[in-house]
């Protein structure tokens, strides 16, 4: 994810069969951020929205659904802020990010948002 010349290092994750009370009915994504060493020259906490979308792969364009989740850092504060306010001496930061982003049984739908064992997402931030 890049902020400027400079860029915060993150992981994203997909839990393909959920987390948590999401586990067995919905795909889960989160994103994570990890120490660098240019954290210090980097604005903080983290506040940009990150939009998530799951890449729907259907062969008629015009009736193609892609996913779409906007996770905001903001929205929750106090956990959020807790989570990412400092840039300390901790590699992982906790996660965030949407637990229910989709129902198992409309991305096991063939050929629509798994192709050929593939799953294809986008992530981009937000100015």
């Not at 890049?2 to 915060?8: F, I, N, P, T």
């Not at 604005?43 to 062969?59: A, G, N, Y």
Request: with cysteine.
């Amino acid at each position: 994810m890049a902020h400027g010349v400079y860029s915060k290092h993150t992981v994203v994750e997909v839990w393909l069969l959920g987390v948590s009370a999401a586990q067995g009915s919905f795909l889960s994504v989160f994103l994570t951020l990890i120490q660098s060493e240019m954290d210090e020259l980097l604005e903080w906490p983290f506040t940009k929205r990150v939009r998530v979308t799951l890449i729907d792969q259907s062969d008629d364009i015009q009736s193609r659904r892609d996913v779409t989740h906007i996770i905001d850092p903001n929205y929750d504060l106090d956990d959020c802020m807790s989570r990412l306010s400092s840039v300390s001496s901790v590699e992982r930061r906790s996660p965030f990010g949407v637990p229910q982003f989709i129902h198992l049984e409309q991305l096991n739908v063939p050929d629509k948002y798994i192709r050929d064992d593939v799953v294809y997402f986008s992530v981009s931030v937000d100015d």
